[in-house]
């Protein structure tokens, strides 16, 4: 189990959560830092910008892409990570990343604020896959997605665990009058292969028949994909293999169907936040989708 300690920085005047003020940004700017292990390119809006550790605190407010490309190891290919973001005012988000060969075993998370207001401190934990068990300072919260009203201010140790993947632990800091928001992806533990069979190939053994050859079943050709009139939403590559369509704009709200990667629905509404696409995924039946993991075609 790999610790992950990294901290929210708020950019203003105002020092939250990292305990060092800073002073020259601008409250209008967002910010983002990136980690990656091993390192890895850093694409934004299709524009390479840099390598990890990545930072830059003088970004615009809104809807980023974000793809993160591992650089060459000795190991061979990773697999490359990407997503879309929405950046807020004044808030710096973390994004940390495990590479390994597919995407359901790489691992990572990302930590950001929304704006409640009050005087306290709330937290939101989404996960991939969802369902995982959450534990906040040894505390069992339940299962994913787990939505606290009120944490105290200050740092939380993070546990989510899940049967099949590695168990995550992430530290972050939480202050009052915001929702630390923690979305982490879990590492899917590699599935145990069947043992060979301790008897030689190809000789027949005593007690048993030999199986009859059936015939290889013919090639089933996919049928082409009809794309609704624009606008429209497509589903991209997701960590699972499917993306969940929720009756509500929220990672709480009840799943109503699964849609599948490279699959496109007619567009209707965005959420207020941005975050979220509502979809007519079947004749008369409307949902809402991550925009972290679809994209709108116009």
């Known amino acids: 189990m790999r610790k992950i300690s990294l901290g929210l920085l708020m950019l203003g005047f105002t020092a939250l959560l990292s305990g060092c003020s800073l002073p020259s ?15 890895s390119v850093v694409f934004m809006d299709d524009q390479q910008v840099g390598t990890t550790p990545y930072e830059n605190k003088k970004l615009n407010p809104g809807e980023i892409s974000l793809r993160l490309v591992p650089q060459a190891t000795a190991g061979g290919a990773l697999a490359t990570w990407e997503g879309k973001l929405r950046l807020t005012p004044g ?3 973390i994004i940390d990343r495990d590479f390994a060969e597919t995407l359901a075993q790489s691992s990572g998370y990302s930590l950001s604020f929304d704006r409640i207001g009050g005087k306290e401190a709330a937290m939101s934990i989404i996960s991939t896959p969802d369902a995982a068990g959450v534990k906040v300072d040894g505390n069992s ?13 200050g740092e939380h140790r993070i546990l989510l665990t899940a049967p099949g993947y590695e168990d995550k632990l992430v530290t972050a800091k939480a202050t009052n009058g915001h929702r630390l928001v923690v979305t982490v992806q879990l590492s899917q533990l590699p599935q145990p292969t069947a043992s060979a069979s301790a008897t030689t190939p190809g000789l ?17 050709t996919t049928p082409a994909v009809s794309l609704p009139p624009k606008p429209y939403i497509q589903v991209l590559n997701t960590p699972t293999g499917w993306l969940r369509v929720r009756t509500d704009p929220s990672s709480a709200a009840t799943e109503a169907a699964k849609v599948n990667p490279g699959q496109a629905f007619p567009f209707k509404d965005t959420s207020a936040d941005g975050n979220w696409y509502q979809i007519e995924y079947k004749p008369g039946d409307f949902g809402w989708v991550s925009a972290q993991y679809a994209k709108k075609v116009e």
């Open 141 to 153: 919260q339940g299962f994913t997605p787990v939505v606290l009203d009120s944490v105290g201010e």
């Open 25 to 39: 940004f601008q409250q209008a700017n967002s910010g983002i830092r990136v980690t990656t292990n091993p390192g």
């Open 91 to 93: 808030i710096q988000t």
């Open 204 to 220: 027949p053994v005593l007690g048993q028949t030999s199986p009859t050859p059936k015939a290889s079943p013919e090639p089933k």
